[in-house]
């Protein structure tokens, strides 16, 4: 993000305030859960682009929260918060390569994604 999506962002904060922000996050975030769903359900181009679009929407209002945190003063627990998650990421993937030696993983399944192939997915080096 640079400095001017920054200052946009902030701008934007800015005029909405802080309810009008978190009321938009809650409704993305309603609206992504729907195009998840759709996509599982279709696994099409348009719902896999319907998913992406409602991604953006999500991501710029989480962007918009972080300054919120920031002007709160609480940067230092989100950035706490987001390593110590990370890391458990890092532990599940580890105890999970160790435990699973079958590949019975996401890519073993045949849906795919965006109308990939697990095979063709791996091959481009994308999770399913
Ligand atoms: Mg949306």
Do not use: W
């Not at 701008?11 to 993305?28: F, N, P």
């Not at 091959?123 to 399913?128: E, L, Y």
């Amino acid at each position: 993000m640079t400095n001017e999506d920054r200052d946009l962002l902030f701008a934007s904060l800015e005029q909405d305030g802080m309810q009008e922000t978190l009321d938009l996050l809650q409704e993305e975030c309603g609206e992504l859960v729907q195009a998840v769903s759709k996509y599982r359900r279709y696994k099409d181009t348009q719902a896999f682009n319907g998913m992406v679009e409602e991604s953006v929407d999500v991501l710029i209002l989480l962007k918009k929260f972080e300054l919120i945190v920031d002007y709160l003063d609480r940067m230092s627990v989100f950035d706490d918060l987001l390593t110590s998650k990370l890391r458990r990421i890092r532990r599940m993937m580890d105890d999970k390569r160790i435990g699973n030696t079958n590949s019975d993983n996401a890519l073993s399944r045949t849906d795919g994604i965006y109308g990939l192939s697990a095979p063709h997915a791996r091959a481009k080096g994308i999770r399913s």
